[in-house]
Nanobody
């Protein structure tokens, strides 16, 4: 069992930056692909970024490509989401997810473990 705890959310003005962190409770998470998803009120959960277990592969949707980066620190089993040039439409609850795979999945149903989420609000 792996527990994920997100942190770093908050209120920021449009054009600003935030860095989210996701800490895993088990060192086994260093072998897991990890990802970030977000969900705004009344909308479905949306893929934001994913990273392979080694950190060598990443994937982003067009909506955040060039603005967001994902990285991981395996000794600490922590994943980071650096968000730059934030827009009001980035406002959502951001969730960290993990699963044991060599791939870099973008579908939420592939992920086994989920954090509780952290709120990101971007004001215009």
């Amino acid at each position: 069992q792996v527990q994920l705890v997100e942190s770093g959310g908050g209120l920021v003005q449009a054009g600003g930056s935030l860095r989210l962190s996701c800490a895993a409770s088990s060192r086994t998470a260093s072998a897991y692909a990890m990802a970030w998803f977000r969900q705004a009120p009344g909308k479905e959960r949306e893929f934001v970024a994913a990273i392979s277990w080694s950190g060598g592969k990443t994937h982003f949707p067009d909506s955040v490509k060039g603005r967001f980066t994902i990285s991981r620190d395996n000794p600490k089993t922590t994943v980071y989401l650096q968000m730059n040039s934030l827009k009001p439409e980035d406002t959502a609850v951001y969730f960290c997810a993990a699963t044991y795979t060599l791939a870099v999945p973008i579908a939420p149903e592939i992920y086994t473990y989920w954090g509780q989420g952290t709120q990101v609000t971007v004001s215009s």
